[in-house]
C-alpha cells in the first residue's frame, strides 16, 4: 500500500484468471521502514504481462499510383517477474506484404526490452482511407496486443522527472498495439516554402510534414530579424500570437510581409488578438466568441468558386463529414467590410456563424484567419480537413494562378504567355476604394494602371461639382493605360461607385518587368498602338 519516496516499486505479482485468460496483478508492498520523506499508497495496477509500443501510432500517406513502403518497429517489454517467449507478428489489411512474417522474441528479466523490426508493402493504387496494422505476440498459447502507456503524477515540490520511483499517483492506459494509417486523396503543392510559429501545443506541421511540405519553426531569437520575404507563406498556430510576446512585439513585420506580396495564415486566436494592429483590417470577436460544438454540423460554401475551393482540391460538401470534436472556435463576430467570408456553419438553433474563415488581400499579398479547427482535425485524420489545409497552403500560388486567369479575360493582357502573366500578376497591388471615393483626380500626374476587380468605377470629366458621367466601368476593365508608362496628366477624374476594389500596376514596377522582358515590351507597345488607333476612331 505505500513505501517511501526514492525507492525502487516492491511488487508483488499474483495470478488472477478472467474470462479464462491469465492476467497479472501487480500492487506495492507496504514499507515500513521509517523515512524522512514519509509514505505513499499507490492502488493496484491490472496490466498484461507483455506489452507492445509501436514506436509510431499513426502514418499519414498520399494516395498515388506506385507502392509504397513502411518501415516500423515496436518495442516488446517484460511487465512480469518471469521469463517468456514468443513469436511477434503484424497483422496486414489484405493485399499487404508484411516482411519478417514473424519474428521470435525472448525476454529473460522483468522490465526488460526488444525492439523488432518490420516493413509493409502497400499496393499500388491502394484506395484512400483508414487502415490499421496489428501487432500481437503469442506467449504459449494466449496472444496479447496491447501497448500500455503509465501516466504519473509527481509530488508536490518535488524537483526533476517523475519515474515509477518517485510518483505519489500512477495510472495505466491499456490501448491496442496498433499503427493507424491515413491514406489521404489530396494534391499538395510542392516547392513552396513556409515558416511555422507555433502557439499551443498541437500537431498541424507534424502531420503536414508528412506529405513532404517544408517549414522552419520561428524561434524568438528570429522574430525581429529573420528574412521573411524568403517564405511563400508563415502559419501561425493556434494562440501563438497570446503565448509569445516576441510575435506581438514584432507582429507589423508580419504584416509588412504580407503586403510586400507575402501569405499569412492564422490559426484561432482568444481574446487578446482583438484590437491590437495584428490584423491588416479591424474586426472583432463576439462575447462570448462565436464557435460551433457540433462536429457534423452543415458547412455552407459562401463562395462556391473561391480558388480556395478549387485549387488544387476540388472541396466538396463530403469533405466537412467525419469532423471530431468541433467545427471551430474564436470565429470572428464582426470584420471590416474588405474581409471576404468563405465558410458559415452553426450549431442546431443559431444563427450562421460566417466568421470562421475569412481572407482579403493586403497589399501585393494575402491574410487569411480560420477559427475551424484543423489543429484537431488534421491529427485525428480527417481527410477532408487535410484536403481543404492542403489548398489553403497553396494560397500563394493559387492566388497568383487566379490573377493569371482574370487577366486572361483583359484585351490588354490577353496576347501574353503564361509566363508574362505570372510576372505581371505577382507585382499587382490591391487596393479598396469606398463608395464614393476618388481614385483620381482630372489633371494630377499618375503613373499607376488601375484594373476593376470588383465594383463600378465612374469616369468623370469636369470640377466644381458640375463633373460629366463619360463612361462606368466594370470587372475586368482596365484605366490609365497611358499613365503606366510615364508621369503624364490624368485626362478625367474616376471615383468609385460603390464599394470598388481595384488591382494596381505602379509605373515603376511596370517598367522594370518590361525592361527584364524585351519580348513582353513588344506585345505591350502593339496592344497599347490598337488601343490608341480604336479609341482615335471611336472619337472621329
Not at 498495439?177 to 513556409?194: E, M, P, R, S, W
Not at 498556430?237 to 514584432?250: C, D, I, M, S, T
Request: net charge negative; charged share 25%.
Amino acid at each position: 500500500k505505500g513505501r517511501p519516496f526514492g525507492t525502487p516499486p516492491i511488487s508483488a505479482v499474483c495470478r488472477v484468471a478472467l474470462g479464462g485468460h491469465e492476467i497479472r496483478l501487480r500492487s506495492p508492498v507496504v514499507c515500513r521502514e521509517a523515512f524522512p520523506g514519509g509514505f505513499r499508497e499507490l492502488p493496484p495496477a491490472v496490466i498484461p504481462p507483455i506489452a507492445l509500443q509501436p514506436k509510431t501510432d499513426r502514418i499519414f500517406l498520399q494516395a498515388g499510383g506506385e507502392r509504397q513502403l513502411l518501415e516500423l518497429q515496436v518495442i516488446i517489454r517484460n511487465n512480469s517477474s518471469q521469463a517468456w517467449e514468443g513469436r511477434v507478428e503484424l497483422i496486414a489489411p489484405s493485399g499487404w506484404v508484411v516482411s519478417p512474417n514473424a519474428t521470435t522474441v525472448t525476454l529473460d528479466a522483468p522490465g526488460e526490452t526488444k525492439t523488432v523490426r518490420h516493413e509493409a508493402r502497400i499496393p499500388a493504387d491502394q484506395p484512400a482511407g483508414h487502415y490499421t496494422l496489428a501487432y500481437h505476440i503469442c506467449c504459449g498459447d494466449r496472444d496479447y496486443g496491447v501497448a500500455v502507456t503509465p501516466i504519473r503524477q509527481g509530488a508536490p515540490g518535488l524537483g526533476g522527472l517523475t519515474d515509477s520511483a518517485n510518483c505519489i499517483r500512477e495510472e495505466f492506459i491499456l490501448t491496442p498495439a496498433q499503427v493507424d494509417v491515413h491514406i489521404i486523396d489530396a494534391i499538395f503543392v510542392q516547392g513552396l516554402k513556409y515558416a511555422y510559429i507555433q502557439g499551443a501545443d498541437e500537431e498541424v506541421r507534424d502531420v503536414l510534414s508528412s506529405f513532404d511540405i517544408e517549414f522552419h519553426l520561428v524561434t524568438d531569437e528570429e522574430m525581429g530579424s529573420l528574412d521573411l520575404a524568403s517564405f511563400d507563406g508563415i502559419i501561425t498556430g493556434p494562440n501563438a500570437y497570446l503565448v509569445r510576446g516576441e510575435l506581438r512585439k514584432y507582429a507589423g513585420r508580419f504584416l509588412e510581409y504580407v503586403h510586400g506580396g507575402g501569405t499569412l495564415i492564422v490559426q484561432y486566436q482568444g481574446y487578446g488578438y482583438e484590437g491590437r494592429d495584428f490584423t491588416p483590417y479591424p474586426f472583432r470577436y463576439s462575447q462570448p466568441h462565436d464557435r460551433v460544438t457540433h462536429e457534423d454540423a452543415p458547412v455552407t460554401m459562401l463562395e462556391p468558386d473561391h480558388f480556395l475551393f478549387r485549387l488544387p482540391n476540388a472541396i466538396q460538401p463530403e469533405d466537412f463529414d467525419g469532423w471530431v470534436r468541433d467545427r471551430g472556435l474564436y470565429f470572428f463576430g464582426e470584420w471590416d467590410k474588405r474581409y471576404r467570408t468563405l465558410l458559415s456553419c452553426a450549431d442546431p438553433g443559431e444563427t450562421p456563424h460566417e466568421g470562421g474563415m475569412v481572407e482579403c488581400y493586403y497589399g501585393q499579398g494575402t491574410f487569411l484567419y480560420t477559427g475551424y479547427s484543423f489543429f484537431r482535425q488534421l491529427a485525428a485524420g480527417v481527410s477532408g480537413a487535410l484536403r481543404l489545409c492542403a489548398n489553403i497552403l497553396a494560397l500563394p500560388e493559387a492566388r497568383i494562378l487566379e490573377r493569371i486567369d482574370f487577366l486572361k479575360k483583359i484585351s490588354l493582357f490577353s496576347r501574353l504567355t503564361d509566363d508574362q502573366l505570372d510576372a505581371v500578376a505577382r507585382i499587382m497591388t490591391e487596393q479598396w476604394i469606398e463608395d464614393g471615393g476618388f481614385i483620381c483626380r482630372e489633371g494630377d500626374l499618375g503613373d499607376e494602371l488601375y484594373v476593376v476587380y470588383r465594383g463600378e468605377v465612374k469616369v468623370l470629366k469636369g470640377s466644381g461639382g458640375r463633373e460629366k458621367c463619360l463612361a462606368v466601368t466594370r470587372r475586368g476593365d482596365c484605366l490609365g493605360e497611358i499613365a503606366v508608362l510615364g508621369d503624364v496628366p490624368r485626362t478625367a477624374s474616376l471615383r468609385a461607385g460603390g464599394d470598388v476594389q481595384l488591382l494596381i500596376i505602379k509605373g515603376p514596377d511596370f517598367l522594370n518587368l518590361l525592361r527584364e522582358n524585351p519580348d513582353m515590351s513588344i506585345q505591350m507597345i502593339k496592344l497599347l498602338v490598337n488601343r490608341l488607333v480604336s479609341q482615335g476612331r471611336e472619337g472621329a
